[in-house]
């Protein structure tokens, strides 16, 4: 069913907007004027069931069978139009925004209210246009027919193959409402351990940015002036002073040439990175790194598992969590070891095997897989695993920032150091020559 956007005025005579789902905008006049809303506006939002693509010769036409949201080849395009506007990834508020949804999906659908009905009690509650449309095309794709899966994976910018799988297995096992409990939880886990991550790299890079800031200005407003009247004395200057007078030219007078190199090195390393032979050795070198290796590494196996008990609790079998928990490993490196194992599984060996073999996962991870096999218990292990894991990465990330800190302040401190004395020595030599 298309959504359409209205503005008018409400009950009250204030000034209202909002979105309603309608067949046409008669209907939506008709649904708001129930609501004694008096309609100036209505149109169509882009996006909706009600999308209409022109032609090069203007004609206007729907998906073939009449609603653009009911066919596939129509579904695909709307889907690579989202793409090219959200972009991909997920951002921190759309992760926050999906956690809230959750939490309230799984609180409804807990009480024995029917699916469709809880989606109509949140998108009741939802401010956001944009999120407002998202619920109403779930739940008109649900109330077409679709299962609770493909409607939310019809929007896969923000319900991931992660998220999708585990509602498909909940749908299936008839455990839908423990499912989105669990996923919720997970969300939640997944949330406090990037903001805590977040929170202890906050420091040192609010001070490097602030560090570097105050070095520009020194030598693009303050160096200029003093060696411009150093330099007037008709005083032979010291080398220092000659090479920060030398580098504070170049940064006044080059400063684009030096953005454009840095730009142009960030596009080689981007494309270099976006090939598969670079994405995979600039992530198994990121991983060889002292200290930030480490601190990669317990993330990576923190997530995988987190997210692969997660999706055997939740009914999904190993082959496939190990398709889906490779997704949020965030390395290349451990994904091709996942696939690797994956297909060893399939091949009639164990998981735990194949595993201790890579050379990649830490022997622990073997064996508490192994006992988990063995004891018909591998999701309990594997949240075990999640949990020591996720305390070392606090630990990890303490040890990280604890080096880092002190090596931008004394790479700050180098820095000003090495202005101070270049603007200072040729000012003591003209004190002794007057002397």
Known sequence: MPVFEWKGFNPEGKGASGVVDADSPREARVKL???????????????????VFKTKDKKSLDGPKGRFGLNEEWTAKLQKIRGREGGGGKSKRKLDEIGTFTRQLATLTRANIPITEALRAIIEQTEGRRLSVLYRDVRERIT????????????????????????????????????????????QDQARVRNKVGAALAYPTIMLIVGLLV????????????????AGRGQALPGPTQFLQSASDFLVGWWWLLLLGMIFVALLFNLYYSSEKGHLKIDSLLLKIPVVGDLLTKQALARFAQTFSTLLRSGVPVVRGLEVTRTVLGNQLLENTIDDVREQILEGADIATPIKQSGVFPPLVGYMIAVGEQSGELDSMMSQVAESYQEE???????FTSLIEPVIILLLAGLVGFIVIAILQPIMQMSQSFG
Not at 33 to 51: F, H, N, Q, Y
Not at 215 to 230: C, D, F, N, R
Not at 393 to 399: F, G, H, P, Q, Y
């Open 33 to 51: 004027r129930r609501d004694r809303i008096l309609v100036t506006k209505v149109r169509p939002v882009k996006g909706s069931g009600g999308l």
């Open 144 to 187: 077409q027919g679709s299962n609770t899966a493909d409607a939310l994976g019809a929007h896969p910018d923000y319900f991931d193959e992660l998220y999708v799988s585990m509602v498909r297995s909940g749908e299936a096992a008839g455990r839908l409402d423990e499912v989105l409990e669990r996923l919720s939880v997970f969300m």
């Open 215 to 230: 070095v520009s200005v020194l030598m693009v407003a303050v160096v200029p002036k003093i060696t411009e009247m150093l």
């Open 393 to 399: 990465v606090e630990i990890a990330t303490n040890k």
